[in-house]
């Protein structure tokens, strides 16, 4: 399973450990990322993924993950999650 947030495509970074002596070494900084199930209120369902803890708070801060996907790139999104975009536009213009 890849370290990458299913909505905003967020993954490892790199960087140094740095010592009290000032010795560097590589190492990575890891997304927070959350096993959640997600409500959509067009499809009536939940919809489970891997995404971080700040893409969390967006959808909340955006209203849900219906109205999250309808303003979300399609290049960020995962391609299970690009299927979810398409099905909850497919379901929104037919009601």
């Given at each position: 399973?890849?370290?990458?947030?299913?909505?905003?495509?967020k993954?490892?970074?790199?960087?140094?450990?740095v010592?009290?002596?000032?010795?560097?070494?590589?190492?990575?900084?890891?997304?927070?990322?959350?096993?959640?199930?997600?409500?959509s209120?067009t499809?009536?369902?939940?919809?489970?993924?891997?995404i971080?803890a700040?893409?969390?708070?967006?959808?909340?801060h955006?209203?849900?993950?219906?109205?999250?996907?309808a303003?979300?790139?399609?290049?960020?999104?995962?391609?299970?999650?690009?299927?979810?975009?398409?099905?909850?536009?497919?379901?929104?213009?037919?009601?």
């Amino acid at each position: 399973m890849s370290r990458v947030c299913e909505l905003t495509g967020k993954g490892p970074m790199t960087g140094n450990n740095v010592s009290h002596a000032n010795n560097k070494t590589r190492r990575r900084f890891l997304p927070n990322l959350n096993d959640v199930t997600l409500q959509s209120e067009t499809l009536g369902r939940g919809i489970k993924m891997r995404i971080s803890a700040s893409a969390l708070r967006s959808v909340d801060h955006r209203g849900g993950l219906d109205k999250f996907l309808a303003k979300a790139k399609d290049e960020e999104l995962s391609a299970r999650v690009l299927k979810v975009k398409k099905e909850i536009a497919k379901a929104a213009a037919s009601a």
